[in-house]
């Protein structure tokens, strides 16, 4: 396996999707439903019946039909809507009804559900980590179809039918079963995106591509605790160190110890956030030797200190409890 696929895999991996809020809505024509920028989030719209068009946020136009899904990933401000002269309304002012837990109904007019010729769709937005290659979601492109997929992973087409059928049926437990495979949808949108070389994108898709490059990228997310200098660096990827410098920052537009240290606190938020694991323990895990020079690089990085983000994590949870 190539370093690149070593990446990647790495990736697909860390790829997490948490947070979500599931909504089944149901429209009929004319209707224009807007989407407003959700900055960390991404939005997916699975449509179960009908048809309708997709206005990204850079005005570009696209079909959906009965089957078809998408992944905006970078959750951009974005509208569905039945024809492009449509006006639009922010979907949050529309009234919605819990169905089950994190799932909830969208009917506009209120009599949709009566008319067979009504849009039926299902759309999830959640929070969208990929690990350690986070920095990979801001080269994603504004929307991702799944109908470029299904020729290369004809697995994907019994699913979407699935989704298709739960969808208009409406059997007992439809929602819980439609958020799963939702799920899964997404998660294989954003595969099948990273095993076709991630689009046209530069900087670390470009490091990643590279044979020499990738050795050191490749060591720092297996080892993100090493006491990595830009010589060790550079005899990973077997070139001098100041071509292997001169190199990752032509690719990445960042010096390899920023890229380092980048990628350690983006381990550490996970750590800290979502295994709920002590500041001191998370800091020793990735090679520092003090909490204060751990915490000086957090804080530069993040924002904010490890501490305060521990303190938000245990009163969130507090209050959940």
């Not at 024509?29 to 997709?54: I, K, T, Y």
């Not at 020499?212 to 490749?218: D, M, P, T």
């Not at 720092?220 to 100041?242: D, F, K, Y």
Request: hydrophobic share 40%; proline share 4%; net charge neutral.
């Amino acid at each position: 396996m190539s370093h690149y696929e070593d990446l990647t895999s790495e990736l697909l991996m860390g790829m997490r999707l948490y947070g979500v809020n599931y909504q089944r809505i149901e429209v009929s024509a004319p209707f224009g439903l807007r989407f407003d920028n959700a900055p960390g989030r991404a939005q997916f719209h699975f449509v179960g019946r009908g048809s309708l068009l997709v206005r990204s946020a850079s005005g570009n136009i696209f079909q959906l039909n009965s089957g078809d899904a998408l992944l905006v990933p970078h959750g951009k401000p974005h509208s569905l809507i039945s024809s492009e002269e449509a006006l639009c309304e922010s979907i949050n002012k529309l009234e919605s009804k819990p169905i089950c837990d994190s799932v909830c109904a969208i009917a506009a007019p209120a009599d949709a559900c009566k008319d067979e010729h009504s849009v039926i769709l299902f759309s999830a937005c959640m929070a969208f980590e990929l690990g350690g290659m986070q920095p990979l979601i801001n080269t994603m492109p504004d929307v991702m179809l799944v109908s470029t997929l299904l020729s290369q992973y004809p697995e994907i087409s019994p699913i979407l039918a699935a989704m298709e059928r739960e969808s208009r049926t409406r059997q007992a437990g439809f929602a819980g079963i439609l958020s799963r495979l939702a799920d899964v949808v997404a998660a294989l949108i954003v595969r099948g995106w990273v095993e076709n070389g991630c689009g046209q994108s530069s900087g670390l898709v470009q490091a990643m591509r590279d044979p020499r490059l990738s050795q050191a990228i490749a060591a720092m997310h297996r080892e993100p605790g090493e006491n990595w200098t830009v010589e060790r660096l550079a005899r990973e990827a077997g070139c001098s160190r100041s071509v292997f410098a001169e190199r990752f920052l032509n690719a990445t537009n960042m010096t390899p110890l920023r890229y380092l240290t980048e990628l350690r606190m983006r381990l550490a938020v996970q750590r800290i956030v979502n295994n709920g694991e002590a500041v001191e323990a998370v800091a020793y895990h990735l090679g520092y030797g003090s909490l204060a020079a751990f915490s000086r690089a957090f804080k530069r990085i993040v924002g904010q200190s490890p501490g305060a983000l521990r303190a938000g994590r245990d009163s969130t949870q507090a209050v959940a409890s």
